[in-house]
């Protein structure tokens, strides 16, 4: 089968590797509908992250089941499928308390490599929800970005406790951060401030529900969302990016007893404790227990009350992934949805 | 009056200094009758925060009001009160949100010092609570306490979010850490466990509600905690040292999901981004806002429900402060009470 490999910094290609087959009782193998590159990918690409071997890629999918294991037993072949990019059992505690992404047992879906025709999930049971039936084509967008990019953005919006009456800042404009935008709105914030300084993602953000586009950053940004909150800072806010920078102008953004949910992956992040201790925050993040969402945004999705497929602005078949990396990593897309 | 003064470290006097009048027309002056040495006072007396000039010393009160400003409606001259070691309006956004310890007008009632004969306190409607009535002279030590050790115990318990189901470590076995141990067992925990090595503490720890010792720390502490819990960690987690191992032993301490309230004075500390990250657990902390739950510590004490006033192990006539801080700096006494 096709799939994508990562060779060192900037050097992605498409290779023909072996198909995966069921290992473990447990597992699923799914044929690929549709992948994407994730804003993750970038750390590697950018050799921000070291790639020490040649790196199968890709850990957000939806697909075909075409096989399972014996021990399977809430998937079966021919559903159609959505999962997160960690497996998880959904049955030890810390899946039964929603943090699925940490479970006991937890293995990296993309381990195999989503972005290819064929992907082995483990813990096929915990990890796979099946959609209510074979989805239209214009679906399959929106259902592929549940599997990671809608699901954290979501994390990030109940990590910062957005809701009814609240003030919700989003640091970061890529995909993760506009479907913070979206979820925010979704639980009914009262108003969405979207860091932006880039027309197309500011429109995007705003289509999402934002109210409030501030393109300063740093310590301005933190000074026009104080400005916007009658001196106190935001109530909710999400961190999208993972620096140093924005992890601080997050903390920094948030009112006394605010809410920082933070779900950039993070990168070289030194936390001042002192500082920390004095903004009275409460901050809550890590990598998006998906599968806790999974179900309401699968019908959320279904039943076409959010769009977030929308995050995808370029759409190119596998093997053209390279193009789909750098034009990610050159800003020129939001985010690229690769068709096995 | 006379009243306490650090001049650097290890140099504690008691000083003829000025009587504190009203100045402002919220402030109030209460005659105090019971002043403490807080765990914090000892970073400066160790000289591990500097002393520039001589610095009039404490922050922990209980005391009958003497002589209010014009615009003070709240307390009246005769009254027995207790306040925080902040002041705060108690009215703007942040006290009404809970957070009166960064009140958007707060101001340091520690200011003049209350470790002396009489106390200016700002803010006197937004900071001090009344008593019912004048105290039994055996409840002064409990009513103290809520002015700050109590409170901050009270507050890391609740941002760890201790209650009923839940298994909470306590990481610090000073006033606070035992304290947040007496906050859990309120507040309904099923299992508490103290991390102390000392033997007066683990007994106070006991006495307190204690379930469980672990005289372990650090690594060796984390892997005992979750050999306790199943290898899941702690649901809740307070930390009352504030320093980076103690930070550290608290977030590793908590199972994913998990909560960690951090109440200790952070000191030193980088938090590494991405260790808290993948941790998966909410932190919350800072100043406790003592003023949220005074009403409700005075009323337990008042109704002799706990008895926090044990903490102190050692009273002293103010005159005699330096052996306070000696005492409690070579941690011969937990917490010591100053008379004036």
Same mark, same amino acid.
């Given at each position: 089968?096709? @799939? /994508? +490999?990562?060779?060192?910094?900037? $050097? !992605? #290609?498409?290779?023909?590797?072996?198909?995966? *087959?069921?290992?473990?009782?447990?597992?699923?193998?799914?044929?690929?509908?549709?992948?994407?590159?994730?804003?993750?990918?970038?750390?590697?690409?950018?050799?921000?992250?070291?790639?020490?071997?040649?790196?199968?890629?890709?850990?957000?999918?939806? @697909? /075909? +089941?075409?096989?399972?294991?014996? $021990? !399977? #037993?809430?998937?079966?072949?021919?559903?159609? *499928?959505?999962?997160?990019?960690?497996?998880?059992?959904?049955?030890?505690?810390?899946?039964?308390?929603?943090?699925?992404?940490?479970?006991?047992?937890?293995?990296?879906?993309?381990?195999?490599?989503?972005?290819?025709?064929?992907?082995?999930?483990?813990?096929?049971?915990?990890?796979?929800?099946?959609?209510?039936?074979?989805?239209?084509?214009?679906?399959?967008?929106?259902?592929?970005?549940?599997?990671?990019?809608?699901?954290?953005?979501?994390?990030?919006?109940?990590?910062?406790?957005?809701?009814?009456?609240?003030?919700?800042?989003?640091?970061?404009?890529?995909?993760?951060?506009?479907?913070?935008?979206?979820?925010?709105?979704?639980?009914?914030?009262?108003?969405?401030?979207?860091?932006?300084?880039?027309?197309?993602?500011?429109?995007?953000?705003?289509?999402?529900?934002?109210?409030?586009?501030?393109?300063?950053?740093?310590?301005?940004?933190?000074?026009?969302?104080?400005?916007?909150?009658?001196?106190?800072?935001?109530?909710?806010?999400?961190?999208?990016?993972?620096?140093?920078?924005?992890?601080?102008?997050?903390?920094?953004?948030?009112?006394?007893?605010?809410?920082?949910?933070?779900?950039?992956?993070?990168?070289?992040?030194?936390?001042?404790?002192?500082?920390?201790?004095?903004?009275?925050?409460?901050?809550?993040?890590?990598?998006?227990?998906?599968?806790?969402?999974?179900?309401?945004?699968?019908?959320?999705?279904?039943?076409?009350?959010?769009?977030?497929?929308?995050?995808?602005?370029?759409?190119?078949?596998?093997?053209?992934?390279?193009?789909?990396?750098?034009?990610?990593?050159?800003?020129?897309?939001?985010?690229?949805?690769?068709?096995?």
């Amino acid at each position: 089968m096709r @799939g /994508v +490999v990562l060779y060192g910094p900037e $050097d !992605v #290609r498409v290779d023909e590797r072996a198909r995966p *087959v069921v290992v473990k009782p447990t597992d699923a193998v799914i044929r690929v509908s549709a992948a994407c590159v994730c804003g993750s990918d970038l750390w590697p690409y950018r050799g921000e992250d070291p790639t020490s071997e040649p790196t199968p890629m890709g850990h957000e999918y939806v @697909g /075909v +089941v075409e096989e399972i294991g014996s $021990d !399977v #037993r809430n998937v079966k072949v021919g559903d159609f *499928v959505i999962g997160s990019f960690m497996a998880s059992d959904n049955t030890c505690e810390t899946c039964l308390a929603g943090y699925q992404s940490l479970c006991a047992h937890v293995e990296y879906a993309g381990a195999g490599g989503a972005q290819s025709e064929y992907l082995r999930v483990p813990l096929a049971d915990g990890t796979l929800v099946a959609t209510p039936g074979q989805p239209d084509a214009d679906l399959i967008p929106s259902l592929l970005a549940a599997s990671d990019v809608l699901g954290t953005g979501w994390f990030g919006a109940v990590a910062a406790e957005a809701g009814p009456g609240k003030t919700v800042a989003v640091v970061g404009d890529g995909a993760v951060g506009l479907l913070a935008v979206l979820a925010a709105k979704q639980l009914g914030a009262e108003r969405i401030i979207a860091m932006s300084r880039h027309e197309s993602r500011q429109k995007l953000a705003l289509e999402f529900g934002a109210t409030d586009i501030v393109t300063e950053r740093g310590d301005e940004g933190v000074a026009v969302i104080k400005e916007l909150t009658g001196g106190y800072g935001a109530h909710s806010v999400v961190e999208a990016v993972g620096t140093q920078e924005s992890m601080m102008q997050a903390i920094r953004s948030a009112r006394p007893g605010g809410h920082v949910g933070y779900v950039g992956v993070s990168h070289g992040v030194e936390l001042p404790g002192q500082a920390l201790f004095f903004s009275g925050v409460h901050l809550h993040g890590g990598p998006a227990p998906v599968r806790r969402f999974l179900p309401e945004l699968i019908r959320l999705v279904w039943d076409r009350a959010i769009d977030p497929g929308k995050v995808f602005d370029l759409t190119l078949p596998l093997e053209d992934a390279a193009e789909g990396y750098r034009a990610m990593h050159e800003r020129r897309a939001i985010k690229a949805l690769l068709l096995p």
